[in-house]
């Protein structure tokens, strides 16, 4: 399978992603990877993709980085940040499970765990502090309890383990999908260095198997960079 993403670059180097009908905002070349390779094709913004890019960022590692990298404090702004998006303790509470999938091994079961426990006990936390400065009325405190009961703690590492494996699967090279990552970061910040506003960037699926380069950018507009 091969995918089209249009990438928007502006005066300050930031970077907006088409998806499907609207533009989303990634910020940084980082982040903008993040959301393409950890994240996978068809993600629908739920706090399962979430946990799931998690799970990815796991196999495939920060650049130079080990299991400290995923960090509890990253994961506490993720849903933290979905929350203030859209302030509704039900949409951080998973409902479903993932499929089977191999269970992960035991040190990489206990640091999600990790990641997992202090995030939601943070977030919970977050929630409660933010409406009371936002002049909110308090939260739920059922839905509080929900958020950091054992069964939403499980549900969240299982929806991790899957991610993990999945990206085992798309990029069966840890170590040449993180030098991708990296080239195509550098895409991203060559393009804004040469002050491009747009690029197109097509994705193979396949390629990100076998090899650490499966991409090709084609440059749409030349010019000054603008704010998009």
């Known amino acids: 399978m091969i995918y089209t993403r249009l990438i928007r670059i502006n005066s ?18 980082w ?21 799931m890019s ?5 196999w495939l590692g920060f650049p130079g980085a080990g299991l400290e990298a995923i960090a509890t ?8 940040a979905a929350y203030q998006a859209r302030p509704d303790l039900r949409r951080l509470i998973l409902r479903q499970d993932p499929p089977a999938f191999e269970p992960l091994e035991d ?48 549900r969240y590492l299982r929806w991790m383990g899957h991610g993990y494996r999945l ?23 060559g393009a804004a260095q040469a002050q491009r506003r747009q690029i197109t960037v097509e994705i193979d699926e396949t390629a990100l198997r076998c090899r650490s380069r499966a991409f090709a950018a084609v440059v749409d507009e030349p010019g000054q960079g603008q704010s998009a």
């Open 12 to 29: 300050q180097r930031r970077f907006q992603v088409a998806e499907l009908s609207h533009w989303t905002s990634y910020g940084d070349a």
């Open 73 to 80: 404090s990253s994961f506490a702004g993720v849903a933290s």
């Open 167 to 189: 990206a085992q699967q798309r990029f069966v090279s840890a170590r040449k999908a993180q030098r991708f990552i990296e080239d195509f970061r550098a895409l991203l910040a």
């Open 31 to 51: 982040m903008c990877a993040h959301d393409l390779f950890h994240h996978f094709p068809g993600d629908n913004g739920s706090m399962t993709q979430e946990a």
């Open 54 to 58: 998690f799970g990815a960022e796991l």
């Open 107 to 154: 040190h990489l079961h206990e640091r999600l765990r990790e990641v997992v426990d202090g995030g939601l006990v943070w977030t919970a936390d977050f929630v409660v502090r933010w409406r009371r400065e936002a002049g909110l009325r308090p939260a739920s405190t059922a839905g509080l309890a929900a958020l950091t009961a054992p069964a939403s703690r499980a």
